[in-house]
């Protein structure tokens, strides 16, 4: 109860300069121990809960209010519009004046895939799907602006963007049967993404859907540019030999292809196995296999959670795994938490590969 009469407080003050002291004496606790035990509580630090107070409220007076930027500033409690601008480009990802502008349409994201690619083009949904594990990080960074969540049954989607009225609708066709995606078209133009066609081909076609085929330009300069600095980075690795992904999770072993390692393969230069060239998405595979595909790298991701781990620990211990040249020479690569692994389907898409991109230094060793 101390704890969240402190949160009210907060939250009725976060305009002002109300201190983390004044707050824990309402709390009745030392400031350290206030710190450490809201944090718990409420899954972030005080001043990182009021900064998303502030920005919650500076995003519905940009989007209600007939309101200046400067008086906004002032209104959600900064003093220099200067610093909020920075500010507010490092926690959503762009400037508040591309966001201002951007969220005059409601754009609806009808499938996991497309919040990543809307986000590329600095537009969060209006409405999307929010009922999964892996949008974890979608909620984070759009859960203020999807006023219309939607799940994966057609009919609730369909009565819930009825009601939402949005601009625009973009989803994947495949994950649509032909009748629903009439009934969408009905609510909204909308735009069906084929998921034979690439991620770039995605990002392009959505743009011009969307009137942002200069942003979709500007948004590929800048990844093939931070792409090639990495690449550069990573090519005495690279130049080593072919590098096998695999994926261990609940259900067993797969050897991760082309298309869900994309950014490794098309745009850092590594090079696939001979014998995993014709794979795709994916392809379970058993330890005895291993062998088999010649790999002088390998990446190990292993999905959260006691059963998938259990089974790497187990594999780690097996002689299958021992005996394989890249174990023995100690070029293996552990992660876990990767998306682009974990849900490749869901994440193929120009914003999370685009993250994705940024964490291969250090998955490499090569931090800084």
């Not at 209104?75 to 951007?102: D, I």
């Not at 990495?230 to 082309?258: M, N, T």
Request: neutral net charge; aromatic residues 10%; contains cysteine.
């Amino acid at each position: 109860m101390a704890l969240e009469a402190a949160r009210l407080e907060l939250e009725r003050h976060y305009a002002s300069e109300i201190t983390i002291v004044e707050l824990a004496k309402i709390a009745g606790l030392s400031r350290f121990h206030f710190m450490r035990l809201f944090k718990e509580r409420f899954g972030r630090g005080v001043m990182e809960y009021r900064t998303e107070l502030r920005l919650k409220e500076a995003k519905r007076l940009m989007c209600e209010a007939n309101l200046s930027l400067t008086e906004i500033v002032e209104l959600v409690g900064y003093t220099s519009e200067t610093y909020f601008g920075t500010l507010f480009k490092r926690e959503v990802g762009f400037a508040p004046a591309v966001y201002q502008r951007n969220q005059k349409r409601r754009i609806a994201a009808y499938s996991w895939i497309n919040v990543g690619q809307l986000l590329a083009l600095r537009t969060m949904p209006y409405a999307a799907p929010m009922d999964q594990y892996w949008t974890d990080y979608y909620r984070d960074k759009c859960g203020y602006e999807v006023k219309t969540p939607l799940s994966h049954h057609y009919a609730f989607n369909l009565s819930a963007l009825r009601g939402a009225k949005p601009d625009r609708i973009v989803g994947m066709a495949e994950l649509l049967p032909p009748e629903e995606q009439d009934k969408l078209r009905e609510i909204a133009p909308s735009l069906f993404l084929r998921s034979d066609d690439d991620w770039r081909g995605h990002l392009a076609q959505l743009a011009a859907f969307l009137d942002r085929d200069d942003e979709a330009a500007a948004w590929l300069k800048r990844y093939d540019r931070r792409a090639a600095a990495i690449r550069e980075r990573l090519a005495p690795i690279a130049g080593g030999g072919a590098l096998l992904v695999l994926s261990v999770d609940r259900k067993g072993l797969a050897v991760v292809g082309r298309q869900a390692g994309t950014v490794l393969y098309d745009d850092l230069g590594f090079a696939l196995p001979a014998a995993a060239r014709d794979v795709g998405w994916g392809r379970p595979i058993a330890p005895s296999g291993l062998a088999g595909l010649e790999a002088d790298r390998i990446i190990v991701h292993v999905e959260r959670g006691a059963a998938a781990e259990a089974r790497w620990r187990s594999l780690a211990q097996s002689e299958a795994w021992r005996g394989l040249p890249a174990v023995r020479a100690g070029r293996v690569h552990a992660a876990s938490g990767l998306g682009c692994f974990e849900a490749p389907w869901n994440e193929y898409a120009a914003d999370p590969l685009e993250r994705f991109l940024g964490e291969m230094p250090g998955l490499f060793g090569l931090e800084g």
